[in-house]
Structures are given as C-alpha cells and as structure tokens.
C-alpha cells in the first residue's frame, strides 16, 4: 500500500521521525513539495540526522528516493547531504532528481534580502519563494538544464539581464557572472547528473505494480501556498493534493494518508497563531519540547494544541490516520487546553478562516483537561501511558474524527506507540 504523509499544521510536526520510520517497509520514498526550507529531524541507528532535502528513504539500503518536481532544490546542498548519508550507510544511496525540479540560484537568496520579504515574513531565507517565483514566470533553471550547459548559460544571462536593471545599486546583482554561477551548478551538480531524469514514469509505474511508495511531505497544511494563512505561507503545495501537480500522477493509489501533528502546536516565523502562549507555560514548552527551527535556530513560538486548525488540515489532506508527536513534552502540567472553537465578531466559526487577516483576529475557546506526571515508561498502548495522557489523546480523536494511529513520546524510533507502524 502507498502512504503519504503530511504535516497538519505549521510545521515541525515530528514528520522527520514518522518518514523515516515508515521508511523501513517503503521501495520507495518521493518528497514532493518545497526544498531546503524543510528541516526534517531524525535519529538513524543512534545518529541525529538534520535533512533539508534528501528523502528519508535515503538511510535504508535497496530504497529508491526521489524528489519531484514540485521540488526547488539547492544542488549543493543536496550534494553535501548524500555525501552525509553514503558515509553513514557505507555505500551510496539511490537517489533520483526529477529534471523539471527547479534550482535556487544565488540571485534568489540576495532577492529574499533586497526585497526584505525575509525580514517581513519571516521566511527562512533560502530563496524558496524567488525561486517559485522564477518557475511561474518562465525564467526559472530546473535540474535538467544541467545536461545542457549552453541552454543553461543561456537561460542564467537571460534572468541576470532582467535583475540588473531592477538592482542597478545593487553591488551584488551586479557582479554576478552567468558563466560562472552555471559553472558553480555544474561542479556542484556533477556527482548528479546520472541522477537527474523524468521520474514520473517511475513512480507511476512503481504504484501500478502495487509498490510501497511513501510520498514525503515537507513544511505544513497552515504553509500551503493556497490553503494556509495567507500571506504567511510558503510557496509550495504543502497538502496531500499537491502531490499531483509535482508528479503528475493520479493520486488514487495512494490509500494511506498520514497526517502528523504535535500534541500542542508552534509556528516560526511571522503570521497569525491564536493559540500562542506568551507566558511561562509557553516557555516551559520551547525548553522541554527543544524548539528551535533546524533550519534557522530561530525560537518557535509555542502554543495550545488547536483543534479547529487540526480539523480543518485532516479534511484537506483526506487524511485516515493521525501521528501524534511530542506527547511527552505536555508532561508535568496541571492542566492542559485545548482550542476547540473560534469566536469572531460575537459569533463561533464552524470553519477555520482561509484568510490570516481574519485568522488573526479570531479568540480561542478552550477546553481544559488534568495534565499528568510521567515519565512515560515505554508504553506499547495507549493503556499504558498514564490515563490523563490516554484521555487527551482519545478527546483529540473525538473531536478531530479521526484515528490517532501513532504516538511519539520522544526522538528515537523506539520512542513510538503505533498499532500500524
Ligand atoms: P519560506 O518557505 O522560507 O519562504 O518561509 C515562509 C514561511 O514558512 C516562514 O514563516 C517560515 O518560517 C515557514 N517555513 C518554511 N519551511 C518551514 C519548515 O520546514 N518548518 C516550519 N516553518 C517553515
């Protein structure tokens, strides 16, 4: 059977973890959305692992991994990541770049500058919305330009003429070489080019042959370009929809759909977040749940679970089972909230606001719950763990609809309750 899973909220969710456990059984593994924006956290045979690019599957040997098309990918990084993980397994890992994947160009992290879009937003500044932006105005580089350097020459001086008459007092727009950054692509791509084709065909012929593919997503549902917070969003589809249009595949095979959730919930970056906590309890949360972005060290800002948002992110993602992280951070609080209406204007909301305006000015209603002491003694059940803890779960499911199927109750993979890994 073929999995996605995907992230239903900001981010940080704990889907470094979850991929790469359900990576184990997978042939297998695509990310299909965003690039080095992503920071996935994961521990392999006792190692800390953080990816921005690379698929989980990467860490298991005969895995396929493949990022799509959907993708922005900084080849450098990329180059240095595999080199990581081949040093850890002991060989190389197969890794496939869809040839229509873009590529972030140095232009484009000066741009998140220049423009002071990294600064306003909050973005992690590297370069993902330049280079989403370059992709729709067909004037972006993609992977398989690399096995044309003339085209590829050809396609950097083009952009480079446009943005040195939008920067002429820009020292650095101006003193960029279209021959030397395709130069720079080439050295950093060149352990690559094997790697780079059409991977649609692969993927859709790995799904007809009933293969365990496990689609990878990064960033969260309240991210999506679309359907999150607008305008403090990423660039990408971050939901399990987006997955068509960065492969171009029907997406009826793929029956199981992950979504991972925290057990209270954080953003970085700016932007709406009626949950925020701005007071110790929050504090308390960043310490013990270690929150700090893997990408950009930022704080995130910490909060109570919220379960409009959460209500919202499993019906856009279809999703048919819940991964819930972090449950072991809630632990030692007297009591615990949680956000299970809005009220706007003097009225309730049965729906989460598609606008980040209105989001922003819509007041939690919360439910309180008995916290509980651990620590968690390696529970094996959702009975095991002590019953405080179980109610919480069990009122999340309750009031989301849908199945928790997995709980995280630390960083190692053991660290795991799941009636289906
Ligand atoms: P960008 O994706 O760098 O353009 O950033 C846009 C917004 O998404 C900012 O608020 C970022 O902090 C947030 N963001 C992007 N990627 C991630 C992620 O992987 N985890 C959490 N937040 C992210």
Redesign the pocket.
């Known amino acids: 059977m073929s999995t996605a899973i995907l992230g239903l909220q900001?981010?940080?969710e704990g889907k470094g973890k979850i991929t790469h456990l359900l990576a184990r059984d997978a042939d297998m593994v695509v990310r299909f959305n965003?690039g080095p924006?992503?920071?996935h956290t994961l521990i392999d045979r006792g190692v800390k692992f953080g990816t921005h690019l690379i698929p989980a599957g990467a860490f298991y040997r005969g895995v396929t991994s493949i990022l799509a098309g959907g993708m922005v990918v900084d080849l450098e990084l990329l180059a240095q990541e595999i080199a990581a993980v081949s040093d850890h397994l002991g060989e190389t890992p197969r890794v496939l770049l869809a040839e229509n994947a873009h590529l972030i160009l140095p232009y484009h992290r000066a741009l998140e500058e220049l423009e002071g879009s990294g600064a306003h937003?909050?973005?992690?500044?590297?370069g993902?919305?330049p280079a989403y932006r370059d992709k729709v105005a067909h004037v972006g580089v993609r992977a398989g330009d690399l096995l044309e350097p003339e085209r590829l020459r050809e396609r950097i001086a083009l952009r480079l003429d446009v943005l040195r008459k939008q920067w002429p007092d820009s020292e650095e727009v101006q003193g960029y070489s279209a021959d030397r950054l395709a130069d720079d692509l080439l050295a950093a791509g060149r352990s690559l080019r094997e790697a780079i084709c059409d991977v649609s065909p692969i993927v859709d012929e790995a799904l007809r042959k009933g293969r365990r593919v496990l689609f990878e997503g990064?960033?969260g549902t309240l991210?999506d370009v679309d359907f999150g917070t607008y305008p403090?969003?990423?660039?990408s589809s971050t939901i399990y929809a987006g997955i068509g249009p960065s492969l171009g595949i029907a997406l009826a095979p793929i029956e199981r759909r992950v979504g991972v959730a925290k057990a209270y919930l954080t953003r970085?970056?700016?932007?709406p977040f009626p949950t925020e906590l701005e007071d110790p309890v929050g504090v308390g949360l960043r310490e013990r749940g270690g929150e700090y972005g893997v990408?950009t060290g930022r704080p995130r800002r910490c909060g109570w679970l919220d379960l409009v948002a959460l209500t919202y992110a499993t019906s856009l993602n279809g999703v048919t089972e819940i991964a819930l992280t972090k449950l072991d951070v809630l632990d030692g609080l007297d009591e615990i909230r949680l956000c299970t209406g809005y009220r706007l204007d003097g009225r309730t909301l049965d729906r989460y606001p598609l606008s980040g305006d209105r989001l922003a000015r819509c007041e939690p209603v919360y439910e309180a719950m008995p916290g509980w002491r651990g620590p968690f003694e390696n529970p094996t059940s959702l009975n095991e763990l002590p019953k405080a803890a179980a109610d919480y779960v069990r009122r999340i499911e309750r009031c989301v609809g849908v199945r928790v199927g997995i709980v995280s109750y630390g960083p190692r993979p053991e660290d795991t309750i799941g009636t289906t890994l």
């Open positions: 900001w981010g940080d965003g924006n992503a920071g937003f909050g973005t992690t500044r590297r993902i919305a990064a960033q991210l403090y969003v990423t660039s970085v970056g700016e932007g990408t």
